[in-house]
């Protein structure tokens, strides 16, 4: 799949289970291992472990290999690895500690063309 439309695969999967904020993060030019990061919020443990389920299942049914899932046991942040383009999902407290987008170059995020 052609990384524009994954990524917007991706955001409209955590859209159909109402996730907050959701960045867009083109890395590859920082990393050889990925071409995107995508950050989003959940409000509870239970809505982070589905936004992340939601994206695996969207993924699957897309053809896209999930490679793994992390962290789905507590739900704090349950990390999403399809390869060239990893999903973050995050509670809010965790999300403001770790930073990501800061840590990955304070970059603004891109629009999902539609």
């Known amino acids: 799949m052609e990384l524009a439309a994954l990524k917007a695969a991706v955001v409209d999967a955590l859209e159909d289970i109402k996730a907050k904020d959701i960045v867009v993060l083109d890395v590859g030019h920082l990393s050889p291992l990925w ?3 995508i950050v989003a919020s959940g ?3 239970r809505q982070v472990k589905a936004l992340a389920n939601n994206v695996s299942v969207k993924m699957k049914e897309l053809g896209v290999e999930v490679i793994s899932t992390e962290g789905e046991k507590y739900g704090e942040w349950v990390l999403v ?12 407290a965790v999300r403001q ?4 987008e800061q840590l990955w170059g304070g970059q603004k995020p ?5």
């Open 97 to 100: 500690y770790y930073s990501l």
């Open 43 to 45: 409000d509870s443990n």
């Open 35 to 37: 071409d995107a990061l």
């Open 110 to 114: 891109t629009s999902i063309p539609r």
């Open 81 to 92: 690895d399809l390869g060239n383009v990893v999903v973050h999902v995050m509670q809010p």
